[in-house]
Each structure stands twice: as structure tokens, then as C-alpha cells.
């Protein structure tokens, strides 16, 4: 800082100093915001899961609380946080995963140290009726010092105003005040945490192990608590991310099944098209491509020279041309294949799972033929049921497993309510289900969408893993 003020003639013709063509002004300028920033880098954070005092088995608030505050501090510009994983590995090495007793100050300093943190947040909760404490200290990892410290009461509905005074905190003794302003500003308006349990799967899906396993927890979580914003923000930002990976998995996975397409085409040795029939297979089915599975499962068994002995990829083309009909609801195609698989290898090993299918085919077939019965007495002994509420009516058809007249029963009710049910869509899914009409299933969880996206976000998880991807 200059000791002494420029005089009044240097000051108003600063501008037309220059330095090698440079306005001397601006370098001056430049000089001072750069030594601004290099005098006082970006704290880098690290937050440890936070203890649960109570001691409650298999609680994953702790790892909410911790998963929150993170989140928090990675919307501020000038923080940088330690990702979770860097963490974990070396507390796992360590054995303080999952372990419950405090971490003293110089342990978490050289944890620090290891993940390149600057300073580590240790926290604490204990949760007691409808009430809940906060605790936390700061600790900067180059000299095992605690350079802040909070403690919070309040009820569990505010749980999320007593994070940010937390976070607040952590950010003033961090040397950013106006950081921790801009965080307690604005937590008049957080919403009420509804319940604990919501909380309790969020750690849960911060901890899970594949996205499929995290989709679930944190579809459950909004279900329980639709203003949850962390878990309806990071749920939103994985079924992007999923999205894509799916995207790129169905272009890999076209271009193989073309690949083998071609290879079957360009070849008649008997030994490389058994090995590519069955390569081509397996990968309609893992990809759940199950119209085209089954085409060229029926393909390969028809091509089969009359007797043919029975070989492993026939056996393998038959099982899954038979469970996959069962999968579809096609009853018929259950019937027609898996008797004449039986017909021709009585001494496979896939006899036994073949016959239980066709079993069951026969079953559903018996059920809804009796229905038709059942549910014709029914009418007669309550000839007022016409004039119940169309989705009751509906139910009733479902029941004696009647589902194209329930499926349409229940589109009807919808079309006709001012408010249609949530409920109702759970009954019009299932019938859509016993029908193997996929394409109307789609259509239904689409219709849901707009009734309670919460629910019809966990009808989707359910459900799209049953419907054909092709």
C-alpha cells in the first residue's frame, strides 16, 4: 500500500501513464488483485460423517448431516470440498468406518493431510423425542488447532435452519464471513424436515453401492418428503446421469448385436454359428431386448433339421424363449414352446424349470376362464354394482382376473373423475402387467406423472425393469 497520497495532477492524469504501452493503472491493479489471491487461497474442506450420541443401531443420519453440509459448501464459490470417496478409502484403512468413537483432533489433522484438506469438520448429533442437537468443530489441519466451533439446538422440523448455522459457522471460522452471511440470509426460508426416516435414507443412498441401489433410497426419501430438496436435487441429477449411461449402452450395444448379425450372415460353419447364435442371445436378454430374443430364439429352433440332436445352445434358446414368453404374458407362446421343448429333450436339465412354466401357464389360463364364471354369478347376486364408482367396478373385474375390462374399466374411471387417484393407476398398472401390454404401461406411468410425480417416480423404478426395451 502506497505510504504516501499521489498528487492531485499525477492523479487525474493517471490513465495517460503508461509503462512498455501498458496503462500504468491497470497494472497496479492487476499487482493488487493477484496478491489478494494469493494471499488467502480457497479453504479445502473435508467433512467427516457425524456421530450419533444416542447410539441408535444402523442409523445413517450421521452420514446425512455430513452429505448436506457438503452439499452446501460446494454451491459457494471460493470453497472446495474433499470428495466423500477420497475420504472414506482412508478412514476405511484406517478402521474408523462405521466406528462410532470420537476422532480425536490430530487424527483428523492427518487425515487431512492424506486428502489434501485444509481444514476437517467433526460433528455430532443426538436426536431425543422431537428434538435434535447440532455439534460441530473445525479443526485446521496444518496445526491440529480448533479454529471454530457450533452448537445447535432446535426441533427436528428445523433441522435443515440448524444445519446452515452450522455450516455458518464453519465458514466464519474459516475466514469467510461473508459466505457465512449469505448461508444464514437465507435459512428463514428452508422448509420443515418432515421426518427423520427421510433423512435416515438419504444417508442410506449416500452410502449405497450402485446407482440402482441410490434410485431407489432416494425415491423413497421424496415419497416420504416431497420438499426434501438434497435428495429430489441429487435423485434428479443420477436418473440424468443413468440416462446417459443407458444412452451410450444402447449404442454399444447395437452395434455388437449388428456385428454378430453380420458374422451368422457371412458364415455356414455349423461350430461358429452355435457360438454366435449364442453370444447374440445372451445379449437380447441382458439388454431386455425380448421381441427380438424371441424371434430369433424361434429362428434358430425352426432351423433345426429334423432330428437334430439336442445341443447346450438349444437348450439355452428354448429356456429363454419359453421364460421370456412367461415374462411377456404369453401364455400361448408358454404353452406351444415349452411342450415341444419337452417333447424333444425329456433328459435335459432345463426339463424340470420348462414344465413349472407351463404349469403356471395353465393356471393363468384356468384362473381367468373360472372368472369369466365368477364374476358373472357376482353380477347377478349384486345387480347394483353397475352403479358403483367405475375404479371399484374395475377392482372387481381385476379380482376374477378379468384385466381387459378391468384395464378399460379403469381408463374410463380416470377420464370421467375431476381428480383422478393415484390409487387407480396402481390398478390399471398390474392389469397392464397381467396383459403384456407394455405399451400401455408406459403410457399409464406417463399418465401418473401428472396425478403425484412423487409416486409415480417409484411406479416407474418398479415397473420399467419388467417392459421390453425394444
Aim: glycine content about 6%; some cysteine; overall charge neutral.
Amino acid at each position: 500500500m502506497l505510504e504516501k497520497p499521489w498528487p492531485l495532477g499525477y492523479r487525474v492524469s493517471m490513465c495517460n501513464v503508461k509503462l512498455w504501452g501498458v496503462p500504468l493503472l491497470v497494472l497496479i491493479v492487476a499487482a493488487l488483485l493477484a496478491g489478494t489471491a494469493s494471499a488467502k487461497p480457497p479453504p479445502t474442506i473435508a467433512v467427516m460423517p457425524f456421530r450419533d450420541l444416542t447410539g441408535k443401531a444402523k442409523s445413517h443420519i450421521g452420514e446425512a448431516i455430513r452429505e448436506v453440509v457438503a452439499s452446501d459448501l460446494k454451491s459457494l464459490s471460493g470453497v472446495r470440498i474433499v470428495e466423500r470417496g477420497s475420504l472414506d478409502k482412508i478412514l476405511k484403512e484406517m478402521r474408523l468406518q462405521g466406528n462410532l468413537k470420537e476422532v480425536e483432533d490430530d487424527t483428523a489433522a492427518k487425515l487431512g493431510k492424506v486428502v489434501g484438506a485444509s481444514v476437517m469438520v467433526i460433528g455430532a448429533y443426538q436426536e431425543e423425542s422431537a428434538q435434535i442437537r447440532l455439534t460441530a468443530r473445525f479443526v485446521r489441519v496444518e496445526t491440529s488447532e480448533v479454529i471454530g466451533s457450533a452448537k445447535v439446538d432446535g426441533t427436528v422440523k428445523q433441522f435443515f435452519r440448524l444445519q446452515d448455522r452450522v455450516t455458518a459457522e464453519l465458514l466464519r471460522s474459516s475466514g469467510l464471513p461473508l459466505l457465512a452471511k449469505q448461508v444464514v440470509d437465507g435459512a428463514d426460508s428452508r422448509p420443515d424436515l418432515k421426518t427423520m426416516e427421510a433423512l435416515d435414507l438419504y444417508g442410506q443412498a449416500a452410502v449405497a453401492e450402485t446407482d440402482e441401489q441410490r434410485v431407489v433410497l432416494l425415491s423413497s426419501a421424496v415419497a416420504m418428503d416431497q420438499n426434501f430438496s438434497y435428495a429430489v436435487k441429487d435423485l434428479v441429477a443420477l436418473e440424468e446421469r443413468m440416462q446417459k449411461y443407458s444412452a451410450e449402452q444402447k449404442r454399444l450395444t447395437d452395434e455388437r448385436i449388428e456385428s454378430l448379425r453380420k458374422e451368422l450372415g457371412s458364415t455356414s460353419d455349423h461350430q461358429k454359428i452355435e457360438a454366435t447364435t449364442g453370444q447374440l442371445l445372451r445379449l437380447l436378454q441382458s439388454s431386455r431386448r425380448y421381441n427380438a430374443l424371441r424371434r430369433e430364439a424361434r429362428a434358430y429352433l425352426d432351423g433345426l433339421p429334423a432330428g437334430t440332436p439336442a445341443s447346450r445352445l438349444f437348450d439355452d434358446a428354448s429356456l429363454m424363449l419359453v421364460s421370456t414368453s412367461m415374462q411377456m404374458r404369453d401364455w400361448d407362446s408358454v404353452l406351444r414352446d415349452g411342450e415341444a421343448f419337452m417333447q424333444r429333450a425329456p433328459s435335459s436339465a432345463f426339463f424340470e424349470p420348462t414344465r413349472q412354466m407351463v404349469v403356471q401357464a395353465i393356471e393363468q389360463k384356468r384362473l381367468m376362464a373360472e372368472g369369466k364364471q365368477k364374476l358373472a354369478d357376482f353380477l347377478k347376486e349384486h345387480p347394483a354394482v353397475v352403479t358403483w364408482d367405475l375404479c371399484q367396478l374395475a377392482a372387481v373385474y381385476s379380482s376374477r382376473h378379468q384385466y381387459r375390462e378391468a384395464q378399460r374399466l379403469y381408463e374410463a374411471c380416470q377420464r370421467s373423475s375431476d381428480k383422478p387417484s393415484i390409487g387407480a393407476m396402481q390398478g390399471i398398472l398390474v392389469a397392464d402387467m397381467m396383459l403384456g401390454d407394455f405399451a400401455a404401461m408406459k403410457r399409464h406411468i406417463a399418465d401418473a406423472e401428472k396425478i403425484d410425480p412423487t409416486a409415480a417416480r417409484s411406479m416407474r423404478t418398479s415397473y420399467m425393469v419388467l417392459i421390453p426395451s425394444d
